[in-house]
């Protein structure tokens, strides 16, 4: 066949700025019969080669002429911001595991089976949909113990127990190694005096705990509702057999409930359990911490957006996502940022010699909050401003590393603002309370400051009496440094002090401050509302209320601006929903079918006829997807193969050689059956059956 014939059979182009692949089959050199080959020398990677690679983790920005300063100061900026929010994210996980572990500890080392009446001592954890808290709960539990030498944790699934000898086997063996290591457990095997026992004989484990001077010995079932309930039965029955031997305690990880757990065992085998019920916080606490703990902390400088902060919770409604799941999430959002933003570098304060001034200032000048800034700067007068920051780039990267500043410090102050209407709602808010995510993502978009939700709190706060309004302005003090704010808490306690004991203030707000009167008129009773007289407490009382209700509004307004407005917020603000959500939920069968329909979206051709439907420059499966799914439910394999062999023909006439075209039908028929797309026919034996429709 002619090459050229055979190319455009394929839908080559013959265009050579194309990068096209080639395999190249180089045979195997045989030498003498029974020869062995040679080994290879390891070669380790010297420092510099090291050295280089961490070096090339960022990929240059800029069309690739930004400097290798610049890209490892991305980086850097990036570990260090990270690794201090991590840090923070740590400390909530320990604090929320703090009071379980506490006590779970405490049960450990106070319950035997002595004060079990001689049954096993059981702690039953309930853990929700948190089930990444029970690892990080035993982990920290096995390193009290073994750093107090009393004992340790052994963790035990479903998966490491189909037997019961096998499950022995497994315990025995964790029980070794978590202290010893795996040399340790083969030491004590071939050490131990006497007769050798197999690998899962309880003696082993007597004779091992002897040694150690065990007094506590926990058997942890991560998840225990997935073991055979056979399988638990005997476990638990031998464990109370040696329980005078081996100082057993039992944990059992539950994900319903305790009733539930109980009612799918035996009762002779509930008989043998004796202890407590503990529960860890659920998990949708700790992300809110989380979530909270990174976006409003004073020393943050990256924020997410509220495209973000959506997906972020979306997925955690959606799923029983762990707190870790959620870090990661956060995590691969700080990571897209200082990956693919060269704006990021001005985050590590850099000298203006090391950056690339030219290719950042044309960055910054291109941005939408740069051209917002300017046409605000004309509309003020200050025109010589603008001209020097479109005409001297050491005068505008200046300008940009202070507005940078700024704008970090707004976003600070939008964040105090969330927490400050949070702390309101808590003593205004009856129904279900708002909580920091909620009001974040209306304070992402700018709408917080003009939300209903915020007019009713002001209406409510007007209505507060004088107990709970103190309590308000103390904890508004605590997040609110404000002279204003402290002014009307000293005017406050002056005037209770002022007040006799009969109770706290109201002011004319309040719904008791209203009376209403009944009037006769030609025989028919009127009913009208009316203020009451107010005291001379109430009356200086509802000042201050509208001191504070004034102060409230204005600092809202004023604070509660929309961070898209601001100068750079490009720079601290990430709010790309793509990177994140196609990472964490990704689509591959839209991707898929959208590659198959339309294949010149992801690849490049010179040819013309590239906006047509179907043609033979595509590739050849995607070719025949399009002819499947213009068909039925059921396809003749013989229609699909004229309709595929007419694509060719039309283009290439005579020049086309049905033995290349039949082999292209063939591989996109097998590549079309190994997506799962098409299937063989039980009814007819010479149809294909569709088994995936597109969309669905």
Not at 252 to 276: D, M
Not at 435 to 456: C, H, I
Not at 466 to 487: F, M, T, V, Y
Request: hydrophobic fraction near 35%; glycine fraction near 6%.
């Amino acid at each position: 066949m002619d090459p050229d014939g055979f190319d455009d059979a394929l839908g080559l182009s013959n265009d050579k700025s194309q990068n096209l692949g080639a395999y190249i089959y180089q045979p195997q050199k045989h030498g003498k019969a029974g020869e062995r080959p040679s080994k290879r020398r390891k070669v380790s990677a010297s420092g510099n080669e090291k050295g280089h690679t961490d070096g090339q983790r960022f990929v240059p920005l800029l069309s690739g002429d930004e400097n290798a300063q610049s890209v490892q100061l991305r980086h850097d900026s990036y570990q260090q911001l990270w690794s201090e929010q991590e840090h923070k994210i740590q400390a909530i996980l320990e604090d929320v595991d703090a009071g379980v572990l506490t006590e779970v500890s405490s049960f450990v080392r106070d319950t035997s089976p002595q004060t079990c009446n001689g049954c096993i001592p059981t702690a039953l954890v309930t853990v929700g949909s948190n089930v990444s808290s029970l690892s990080r709960l035993l982990s920290r539990l096995n390193d009290q113990l073994i750093s107090t030498e009393e004992g340790s944790v052994v963790v035990l699934e479903s998966g490491d127990a189909p037997n019961l000898k096998t499950a022995l086997k497994n315990i025995i063996r964790a029980t070794v190694t978590n202290t010893d290591g795996n040399d340790g457990y083969q030491k004590f095997l071939t050490d131990r005096a006497g007769p050798r026992l197999l690998g899962y004989d309880l003696d082993l484990l007597h004779d091992y705990v002897q040694r150690k001077g065990t007094k506590k010995m926990v058997l942890a079932l991560r998840d225990s509702e997935a073991f055979d309930t056979g399988l638990l039965t005997d476990l638990l029955s031998l464990f109370k057999s040696w329980i005078d031997r081996i100082p057993f305690t039992v944990l059992l990880g539950i994900s319903t409930s305790v009733e539930l757990f109980e009612g799918r065992l035996p009762r002779s085998c509930v008989a043998l359990l004796q202890g407590k019920h503990f529960e860890v916080q659920e998990a949708g606490n700790c992300v809110d911490r989380i979530y909270e703990s990174l976006q409003t902390d004073s020393n943050t400088k990256l924020w997410l957006g509220r495209n973000i902060t959506s997906t972020l919770f979306e997925n955690t409604s959606d799923y029983f996502q762990s707190p870790e799941a959620f870090s990661r999430m956060v995590k691969y959002a700080y990571m897209s940022h200082f990956f693919a933003n060269p704006l990021a570098v001005l985050f590590a304060n850099p000298d203006p010699t090391v950056l690339s001034r030219g290719k950042l200032c044309e960055v910054v000048r291109n941005l939408p909050s740069f051209r917002m800034f300017c046409e605000d700067l004309v509309e003020e007068g200050s025109t010589k401003q603008v001209r020097d920051m479109l005409e001297n780039d050491e005068y505008l990267l200046q300008e940009t590393i202070s507005c940078l500043d700024a704008g970090q410090q707004r976003m600070r102050s939008i964040f105090q603002a969330v927490l400050a209407v949070h702390a309101c709602l808590q003593y205004t808010q009856n129904t279900k309370k708002a909580t920091v995510s909620d009001l974040s993502v209306r304070a992402l978009s700018g709408e917080l400051s003009d939300s209903t939700l915020v007019d009713e709190m002001m209406a409510t706060t007007k209505a507060l009496d004088s107990n709970k309004l103190d309590e308000l302005l103390g904890r508004l003090q605590d997040i609110l440094p404000n002279g204003q704010l402290g002014a009307i808490q000293v005017d406050l306690k002056t005037l209770l002090e002022t007040c006799p004991e009969s109770g706290p203030l109201r002011s004319g707000y309040n719904i008791n401050s209203t009376v209403t009167t009944t009037t006769v008129v030609h025989s028919r009773v009127q009913l009208s509302k009316g203020k009451a007289e107010l005291s001379e407490q109430d009356f200086e009382y509802t000042k201050i209320i509208d001191q504070l209700v004034v102060f409230l509004q204005e600092y809202l307004t004023e604070t509660l601006i929309k961070p898209q407005d601001m100068f750079l917020h490009e720079a601290f603000l990430f709010d790309l929903r793509n990177p994140l959500k196609e990472t964490f939920a990704p689509r591959p069968r839209f991707a898929i079918e959208r590659a198959l329909a339309t294949p010149f979206d992801y690849l490049l051709s010179s040819s013309d006829a590239t906006t047509t439907k179907i043609s033979s420059k595509q590739p050849a499966t995607a070719i025949l997807y399009q002819l499947y799914l213009e068909s039925g439910a059921l396809v003749n394999v013989h229609d699909l193969w004229q309709a595929f062999n007419g694509v060719f023909e039309n283009e290439k006439g005579y020049g086309c050689d049905d033995r290349v075209v039949m082999s292209l039908f063939y591989s996109a028929l097998s590549e079309l059956k190994t997506f799962g797309v098409i299937k063989n026919s039980r009814k007819k034996t010479d149809h294909l059956a569709k088994s995936a429709w597109m969309g669905l």
